[in-house]
């Protein structure tokens, strides 16, 4: 079964700040996909990125950058120079290939809350 | 573009009422889905559908019905609504059954069940 870890439940920076969101996440399946959403205080689900298992790069976008590593199983989130508008809750979520193309299913970690402070 | 929209934005009803939450999307995508969202367990799956008549279980589908007579329309019924169902609701699509598909989401029914 696929599982999602994201350990810290909630990280407090101050603005300008760069702070790092950890997932680490299980799966017996050699090819899957792993995403991040970001969940604002108004409460809608917004897609950040989507990573295949075969592409190891890193990622950057603006202040966004993300660290894939399958050695340690981990699709780590970092956001550089914070800023108030990226307070929110950030989900990790993995989708293995499905069998048949019937069973897709995306599994989600429980959520980061991320406050930067002014 | 007006995406995924749900309806209502929020919802109280009473225990052992049914009721129903619309989810209706523009882009003809063929996966749609329900989720629901609670403090300590995240996002989970109720209930998702590949196409129009077709639907599958999640991992959370006890207390909930779906259908799916149209490729646009994904409502979500609890039949007899209990306590524990109030949550946060959030309908998703994606465009195919690529897993690599991102799911899009509406902005979610909150629902409060007394």
């Known amino acids: 079964a696929q599982k999602v870890t994201q350990a810290q439940t909630e990280i407090s920076v101050v603005e300008k700040e760069d702070v790092t969101l950890d997932c680490v996440y299980e799966t017996r399946d050699t090819t899957y996909y792993l995403f991040w959403y970001k969940q604002p205080p108004s409460g809608e689900l917004v897609f950040l990125i989507r990573?295949?298992?075969?592409?190891?790069q890193n990622e950057i976008s603006g202040r966004y950058s993300w660290n894939f590593q399958k050695s340690t199983s981990s699709f780590n989130f970092t956001i550089t120079a914070s800023q108030v508008v990226d307070s929110a809750v950030y989900f990790c979520a993995l989708s293995e290939v499905p069998c048949g193309g019937s069973n897709y299913k995306l599994t989600f970690g429980k959520g980061t809350l991320l406050t930067v402070n002014p | 573009d007006a995406g995924i929209t749900q309806s209502p934005r929020y919802k109280i009803t009473e225990t052992g009422r049914q009721v129903t939450l619309m989810c209706h999307q523009t882009w003809s995508h063929s996966y749609m889905f329900w989720y629901r969202q609670d403090l300590g367990h995240g996002l989970r799956l109720i209930y998702y559908s590949a196409a129009a008549d077709i639907t599958d279980k999640g991992e959370v589908p006890d207390g909930y019905v779906v259908s799916r007579s149209k490729t646009e329309n994904f409502p979500l019924t609890l039949e007899s609504a209990t306590r524990s169902q109030t949550s946060v609701y959030f309908c998703?699509?994606?465009?195919?059954?690529?897993?690599?598909?991102?799911?899009?989401f509406g902005d979610g029914t909150r629902l409060s069940i007394l």
């Open positions: 998703a699509s994606s465009e195919n059954s690529a897993s690599n598909q991102p799911q899009h």
């Open positions: 990573r295949n298992s075969f592409d190891e």
